[in-house]
């Protein structure tokens, strides 16, 4: 079965290394024609950017595949004989010491990539702002969490394992009920460790954002304003959290860019998914996802444990999930983006009916330009990639005339392009 499952992740590696040339070569052909949605300097700038994301992407596939053959064929054996004085001992000790060896050298291997793209690739395009200081800081913090609610959550979901005969179905429950507290929580509490929220000082707007939210029967703890610029110049808001929890999140840098206008039908385009219940619809997926890895695994044969010559330990077990998720998730992860996709729509057709279409075509238009954001994939990419439909379809469906959007001389000064209204 071993040599099954590395074949099955030998074609997935395969498939994503073949869909990233294949959108490396699209953008470099695309970027040789006329700029679209961008001065033709930005338009070359933004295709630069695209394709040095995507190397630095392929690299990433080549290393999780190396890695994932590794832990196949050296490294679960080499946990194991390393916990082997413990397992007959303490099983439960056996199985944390192997989650936290597991998860460390997968934070090693990867951390050099961060890195890279923080201090090489977003600097070199003008993003970070993060200091070498700044990014010890948070990985200090990432650590932190993970040693202390990370590891809680680490053993509760081995203790369940050890104690039921149907460990898949409760640990499946309870990784459930641990992502909607991560959800719940993460607005107050886990966010504000890494940047600073403050209450928007900008009474017309902030009136303006209440009446929005009160028209959509949305009730919410605040409208803050954080400080993204601190780390990057990208710029993105959004409504996180439940219940009493929820909130309005700006980043400083989107308030630098959008007029109060164009700021309503974003928000209004969020509040869009709060109306349709995308959020809901998004957790429902999301849950089928994990009870079909949580049931592939508490039904996987001993005899793969043994292929790895390791004992199925709860921590072994749990490992495995995380080896094989990746797997898992690229062949699901397309059918939860056409899903989304179709939301987007939806949102954005209601973010147009509060805020105007001719606002929330211009938010587009400034938000692609600022982040960077190279207008054109290729298909396949999108097919697995994209949450979002495509830029270009997105504004055509908010009768955006795209033949108005070529050329540098069709741009004008304020960055907005020829709308026609439906």
């Known amino acids: 079965m071993l040599q099954a499952l590395i074949i099955l992740f030998s074609i997935y590696t395969a498939i994503k290394v073949y869909v990233s040339v294949m959108q490396m070569g699209y953008i470099i052909d695309e970027k040789r024609k006329d700029a679209v ?31 994932f053959i590794w832990w196949a064929l050296i490294g679960f054996e080499m946990m194991y004989s390393f916990l082997s004085q413990y397992i007959s001992q303490s099983p439960f000790l056996a199985s944390i010491i192997f989650l936290i060896g597991y998860f460390t050298i997968d934070y090693i291997v990867s951390l050099p990539l961060s890195i890279y793209q923080t201090f090489v690739i977003d600097k070199h395009f003008g993003f970070t702002k993060t200091t070498p200081k700044l990014f010890i800081i948070d990985q200090i913090k990432s650590i932190m969490l993970f040693l202390t609610i990370g590891i809680g959550v680490m053993a509760l979901l081995v203790w369940i394992i050890e104690s039921f005969e149907m460990w898949w179905l409760y640990g499946f429950v309870f990784i459930m009920a641990i992502l909607l507290i991560i959800n719940f ?104 996802l994990f009870f079909g890895v949580f049931y592939l695994l508490g039904h996987l044969p001993e005899s793969i444990f043994a292929e ?72 396949l990419y999108i097919f697995f990639y994209y949450s979002h439909p495509p830029i270009l379809e997105r504004l055509k469906s908010l009768g955006f005339d795209e033949s108005a959007a070529k050329g540098e001389s069709a741009l004008p000064e304020n960055g907005i392009f020829s709308f026609i209204k439906k």
């Open 37 to 67: 949605l961008m001065t033709k300097a930005k338009y070359q700038e933004a295709a630069k950017y695209a394709v040095a994301k995507e190397k630095l992407d392929l690299t990433a596939h080549l290393v999780e595949y190396l890695l």
């Open 185 to 288: 929580a993460y607005p107050t509490i886990i966010a504000p460790m890494f940047n600073n929220f403050t209450p928007l000082d900008d009474e017309e707007l902030k009136k303006k954002i209440e009446v929005l939210m009160e028209n959509a029967g949305m009730k919410a703890d605040g409208v803050f304003v954080m400080d993204a610029s601190k780390r990057d110049n990208r710029l993105n808001a959004y409504f996180g959290g439940f219940g009493k929890s929820k909130r309005v999140v700006l980043f400083d840098t989107l308030l630098a860019k959008l007029s109060h206008d164009e700021l309503i039908a974003v928000l209004g385009h969020e509040l869009g998914h709060y109306k349709h219940g995308d959020i809901w619809k998004n957790i429902a997926l999301m849950t089928i």
């Open 308 to 379: 790895l010559r390791t004992a199925p330990i709860a921590g072994a077990k749990i490992a495995f999930i995380m080896l094989v998720f990746p797997l898992v998730t690229f062949i699901w992860m397309p059918i939860m983006s056409l899903f989304s996709r179709h939301n987007e729509y939806q949102a954005d057709e209601y973010g147009s009916s509060v805020g105007g279409k001719e606002h929330l075509v211009s938010a587009l238009i400034k938000l692609v330009g600022e982040n960077k954001a190279f207008p054109k994939s290729h298909p």
